[in-house]
Nanobody, 123 residues
């Protein structure tokens, strides 16, 4: 499975962005999919995840209420809508896939990673 993240960019504080992650491979629909982010000098941190069916979603406390994760298994794509962005949200955002139904926030548990897309929020 290959993952391709897109949709990042430069936005002012309070603005919105929608990230997309397109996946190749027929087994995408069985994976837990997630978004992580990594700011310069910091560890990669969990942002959000969605179950294989889309029926369960999970969010990091730091961004809860400002995010909506969704997926379209027919298009092999997962989305992350981010609203009310803050300068501290500036980071490279990565999509990741986990070959299991089990929910996890640990980067090491994820089997596939996209290349990352830069999100920069100006104050």
């Amino acid at each position: 499975v290959q993952l391709q993240a897109s949709g990042g960019g430069l936005v002012q504080a309070g603005g919105s962005l929608r990230l997309s992650c397109a996946a190749s491979g027929r087994t995408f629909s069985t994976y837990l999919m997630a978004w992580f982010r990594q700011a310069p000098g910091k560890e990669r941190e969990f942002v959000s995840a969605i179950s294989w069916s889309g029926g369960s979603t999970y969010y990091a406390d730091s961004m809860k209420g400002r995010l909506t994760i969704s997926r379209d298994n027919a298009k092999n794509t997962v989305y992350l809508q981010m609203n009310s962005l803050k300068p501290e949200d500036t980071a490279v955002y990565y999509c990741a896939g986990h070959k299991s139904y089990d929910y996890t926030t640990r980067p090491l548990d994820y089997d596939y990673w996209g290349q990352g897309t830069q999100v920069t929020v100006s104050s």
